[in-house]
């Protein structure tokens, strides 16, 4: 099976803008969840899917918002970018909300200037 | 916040040595998780141990957990130079949800040829 695809891998973009990234999950995987990994916070849950809903969100301002698609695929969308939104950005996906093991993309590195 | 804090934060060694990572955590789990990661890259998971487990085996690592002191170790034996990565322990927030983990810190170790 393929892994777990994020797009892009590199991004650059400047403070005020917005920015959408994506992950594709591997196939027959319904639950994706993304974090947030700074040198200064480490790795910070943002979002967690499970069949198109939102079960769980991370302590982020609300410019930072997802969604999940039918097929399981998923994007999230940071608005008004800031300075401190530079991160690597990963997804990572399971078979269902009940299963422990994530699986995790390559991931996004976005930098903000 | 962080749950897992790992100890040390870096820790270089010669191939063939073992390596001893450490992670203490906070609140009760049901089961602590070890990843690694490349250069800035997506993590890997590499072994999962429950809660009602007190050591677990997997190749050359070797996962022990101690509940009454909230702590668990990751030991690598024989370690090679491709075992050079960031190594994170994580657990589940909880809440019916396991994809909403918790990461320490992190331990980066150097395995020098």
């Known amino acids: 099976k393929a892994g777990v695809t994020q797009t892009p891998r590199y991004l650059i973009k400047t403070r005020g803008q917005q920015v959408t990234l994506s992950c594709s999950p591997i196939s027959g995987h319904r639950s994706v969840s993304w974090y947030q990994q700074t040198p200064g916070q480490g790795l910070q849950f943002l979002f967690e899917?499970?069949?198109?809903?939102?079960?769980n969100k991370g302590n982020f301002p609300g410019r930072f918002s997802g969604r999940q698609f039918s097929n399981s695929r998923s994007e999230m969308n940071v608005s008004t970018l800031e300075l401190g939104d530079s991160a690597l950005y990963l997804c990572?996906?399971?078979?269902?909300?009940?299963?422990?093991?994530?699986?995790f993309g390559p991931g996004t590195r976005l930098t903000v200037t | 916040s962080q749950q897992g804090e790992e100890d040390p934060q870096a820790l270089s060694i010669q191939e063939g040595e073992n390596a001893t990572m450490n992670c203490s955590y906070k609140t009760s789990i049901n089961n602590l998780q070890w990843y690694r990661q490349n250069s800035g890259r997506g993590l890997v998971h590499l072994i999962l141990i429950r809660s009602n487990e007190r050591e677990k085996h997997s190749g050359r690592l070797r996962v022990t957990l101690d509940t009454s002191k909230k702590s668990s170790s990751l030991l690598i034996t024989a370690s090679r130079a491709a075992d050079t990565a960031s190594y994170f322990c994580?657990?589940?927030?909880?809440?019916?949800?396991?994809?909403?983990?918790?990461f320490g810190k992190g331990t980066k170790l150097s395995v020098k040829p």
């Open positions: 899917y499970f069949s198109e809903t939102q079960r």
């Open positions: 994580a657990t589940p927030r909880g809440g019916g949800s396991q994809g909403n983990l918790i």
């Open positions: 990572a996906s399971s078979q269902s909300s009940g299963t422990y093991e994530q699986y």
